[in-house]
Nanobody, 122 residues
Framework: QVQLVESGGGLVQAGGSLRLSCFAS????????IGWFRQAPGKEREFVAG?????YYADSVKGRFTISRDGAKNTVYLQMNSLKPEDTAVYYC??????????????????WGQGTQVTVSS
């Protein structure tokens, strides 16, 4: 079992930055791939970024968001720069098995956090 807790969401103006944190407790943190997903009102939950051996990103955030892992703190971070109003959503982190391909689908992750709201004003 892995328990995930997100933090760091909030309200920011367009062009601003936020850093989200995902703290994991339970089983060995380093043995899991960690993904960030987001869900805007009326839309399906979508993949944002993931990290297993290295980070990978959705095209919509590539070059603006950076995912990183601190094993000593059992925490994965999502640094979000140059935020846009369309980045507004509830952001979730998730944990799943490390595969030999990049996991980007909801069903490939077994454990989910409760989400943190990110609102970008124009």
């Amino acid at each position: 079992q892995v328990q995930l807790v997100e933090s760091g969401g909030g309200l920011v103006q367009a062009g601003g930055s936020l850093r989200l944190s995902c703290f994991a407790s339970g089983r060995t943190f380093s043995s899991y791939a960690i993904g960030w997903f987001r869900q805007a009102p009326g839309k399906e939950r979508e993949f944002v970024a993931g990290i297993s051996w290295s980070g990978y990103y959705a095209d919509s955030v590539k070059g603006r968001f950076t995912i990183s892992r601190d094993g000593a703190k059992n925490t994965v971070y999502l640094q979000m720069n140059s935020l846009k109003p369309e980045d507004t959503a509830v952001y979730y982190c998730a944990a799943g098995p490390i595969m030999n391909y990049r996991t980007t689908m909801n069903g490939e992750y077994d454990y989910w956090g409760q989400g943190t709201q990110v609102t970008v004003s124009s």
